[in-house]
């Protein structure tokens, strides 16, 4: 069973949508217990850090989610459910789950014409092969809505890039954990591939 992490941070019913079109049954999940005996995680959020990570130690879910990535368990991060992976946010200098040493950043420009949200389709760059990622070609388009992005420390985490006014990291990884930062439940065909590939992961790369 695949199980959506419900933490008071999420558009639960476009991820479980999405799950239900590519044959992955899902449910959500807001029981540390119950997420411990899952054969798969879904980790999504919308929102702001600081609250995210309050709900989800007021749950154990921060711990549980440590035990099941540390025993192998595939977990799928989406947009918050990724920042909050890493050590730090900017976002009200918030301490996050360190799944991924690294930090979340602001986005920050000079020019005006660059809104903040980076709001819209753009194009996802894969720089790491990963079976979650199989199939996305040059030119393939994300939805994104975010106002931060990661950073991790270690060049080997990032996955794929986007370019706003530079590249920032859109998907990164480690062992069997990865997060995108764009949202695959809202991103149509290819989205729905990226979610099909993770229904069939087993975690290794």
Same mark, same amino acid.
């Given at each position: 069973?695949?199980?959506?992490?419900?933490?008071?941070?999420?558009?639960? !019913?476009?991820?479980?949508?999405?799950?239900a079109h590519v044959g992955m049954e899902a449910e959500y999940c807001?029981?540390?217990?119950?997420?411990?005996?899952?054969?798969?995680?879904? $980790?999504?959020?919308?929102?702001?850090?600081?609250?995210?990570?309050?709900?989800?130690?007021?749950?154990?879910?921060?711990?549980?989610?440590?035990?099941?990535?540390?025993?192998?368990?595939?977990?799928?991060?989406?947009?918050?459910?990724?920042?909050?992976?890493?050590?730090?946010?900017?976002?009200?200098?918030?301490?996050?789950?360190?799944?991924?040493?690294?930090?979340?950043?602001?986005?920050? $420009?000079?020019?005006?014409d660059l809104k903040v949200p980076h709001m819209g389709w753009n194009?996802?760059?894969?720089?790491?092969?990963?079976?979650?990622?199989?199939?996305?070609? %040059?030119?393939?388009? $994300?939805?994104?809505?975010?106002?931060?992005? %990661?950073?991790?420390?270690d060049d080997n985490a990032v996955l794929a890039l986007t370019d706003?006014?530079?590249?920032?990291?859109?998907?990164?990884?480690?062992?069997?954990?990865?997060?995108?930062?764009?949202?695959?439940?809202?991103? !149509?065909?290819?989205?729905?591939?990226?979610?099909?590939? $993770?229904?069939?992961?087993?975690?290794?790369?």
């Amino acid at each position: 069973m695949t199980l959506i992490l419900d933490y008071e941070a999420g558009n639960l !019913a476009s991820v479980k949508r999405a799950c239900a079109h590519v044959g992955m049954e899902a449910e959500y999940c807001a029981d540390p217990e119950q997420l411990r005996r899952a054969d798969r995680v879904i $980790f999504p959020g919308v929102g702001a850090a600081g609250s995210a990570m309050q709900s989800l130690r007021e749950r154990g879910m921060d711990e549980a989610l440590r035990e099941v990535i540390k025993d192998g368990m595939p977990v799928l991060g989406i947009c918050l459910g990724m920042q909050v992976s890493l050590t730090h946010s900017e976002e009200n200098d918030t301490a996050t789950l360190g799944l991924i040493p690294g930090a979340v950043r602001r986005f920050a $420009f000079d020019r005006q014409d660059l809104k903040v949200p980076h709001m819209g389709w753009n194009e996802v760059r894969v720089v790491q092969e990963h079976p979650v990622l199989a199939g996305i070609q %040059p030119g393939d388009e $994300f939805y994104f809505v975010h106002s931060y992005f %990661p950073q991790p420390q270690d060049d080997n985490a990032v996955l794929a890039l986007t370019d706003y006014e530079g590249d920032f990291a859109c998907a990164i990884g480690k062992g069997n954990y990865i997060g995108t930062q764009f949202h695959p439940e809202k991103s !149509a065909q290819v989205g729905l591939r990226l979610l099909a590939n $993770f229904s069939k992961w087993n975690g290794q790369c």
